[in-house]
């Protein structure tokens, strides 16, 4: 999915400067997503997580879009033109509807509920996204994940993975990327991370062993969910950070909650976010909107799709600022 604001913001992420807490204590914050229309104003909006003030990265993951239920025939599902990436991956997860997408690989796919799909684009690759006449209701996230300098030019790729659900303790669990629950996504990926949707019967309570290295952000999608003493709503993500062994989560509600689960070690390098271009420097960024602008092949095309691609704004007339992560309470 593209970041279609007509004034991105341009972000420099730094080494976190939060420490870790102690596995006793491990302290809960609570991030309040912003509505973003993906276009014009009749366009389908995303409730966006990150990148925000409070928190730029969990792990290598940069950017979440939660998006939906959204009753398609009354209102516009998803019509995101070509539009180009670089520097990092793409998560795309459904929980109703049905998604198609096209890339400069020659891919032509499906995302449906409980199927990744994964597109890689480091040097350069552009992709559209459409919903199908299919998806009467649309609901779902989309996720990007930075990579680190030393694959940043990492070659197009496109992988799809179907997680086998996984029961424990009255909730179920499917692991799209990284390792939760006995379960180990197949997934290629160049930083240690964790993604996967746990869903939570009624008033269900799970304790979950993880990595210790990982910082963690758990997005509730329904239902109210508990993380140590802090009562997450749908819509917020909860960040916890690195140096606990088990997270315990319990749904406080009299229906199934639904939630996403992000992990991953601290990103400790500096990267520069703009659109849809991941880079390292204000160059990095100007260069590959220049070349977007002059169809350069660094990108390739979208075939088939009816439609002109996605124009590149304009960039700010401004010095990059440091955005870091805030120091611990």
């Known amino acids: 999915m593209s970041n279609v604001e007509t004034e991105p913001a341009e972000v420099r992420c730094g080494v976190p400067v939060d420490g870790g807490r102690p596995a006793e204590a491990p302290g809960v914050d609570v991030l309040a997503a912003r509505d973003v229309p993906l276009g014009g104003p009749r366009a389908m909006r995303v409730r966006r997580t990150l990148p925000q003030r409070a928190r730029t990265l969990i792990g290598a993951w940069c950017f979440a879009d939660h998006y939906g239920p959204i009753d398609v025939a009354t209102a516009h599902g998803m019509d995101v033109a070509p539009h180009p990436h670089t520097g990092l991956q793409t998560v795309s997860w459904l929980f109703s ?8 690989l020659g891919t032509h796919a499906l995302i449906r509920p409980g199927e990744m799909n994964l597109m890689t684009g480091g040097y350069g690759i552009c992709h559209s996204e459409v919903s199908t006449p299919r998806a009467t209701v649309l609901h779902g996230v989309q996720l990007w994940v930075a990579l680190p300098e030393e ?4 070659e197009r790729d496109f992988q799809h993975h179907i997680p086998e659900p996984v029961r424990v303790d009255g909730a179920e669990i499917r692991v799209f990327l990284g390792s939760l629950a006995g379960d180990t996504s197949p997934v290629r990926v160049f930083t240690p991370l964790l993604g996967a949707q746990i869903t939570l019967e009624p008033r269900a309570t799970i304790t979950l062993a993880v990595d210790t290295a990982f910082e963690h952000g758990l997005l509730v999608d329904s239902g109210d969910v508990r993380v140590a003493d802090t009562l997450l709503r749908p819509a ?31 990103f400790e390098e500096e990267i520069v976010m703009w659109w849809n271009f991941i880079g390292r420097s204000h160059e990095d960024i100007v260069r590959a909107r220049e070349d977007w602008e ?4 660094r990108f390739g095309d979208v075939e088939e799709y009816p439609g002109s691609r996605l124009p590149a704004p304009a960039l700010p007339n401004a010095v990059i600022r440091p955005r870091r992560n805030p120091p611990p309470r």
């Open 97 to 104: 509807g049905e998604v198609e997408h096209r890339d400069s």
């Open 151 to 154: 694959h940043q030019n990492a």
């Open 294 to 297: 002059a169809s350069a092949q």
């Open 236 to 266: 917020e993500m909860g960040y916890v950070r690195p140096g606990i062994d088990t997270l315990t989560l319990v749904n406080e509600s009299e229906d199934p909650a639904r939630t996403i689960l992000l992990g991953g070690t601290p």
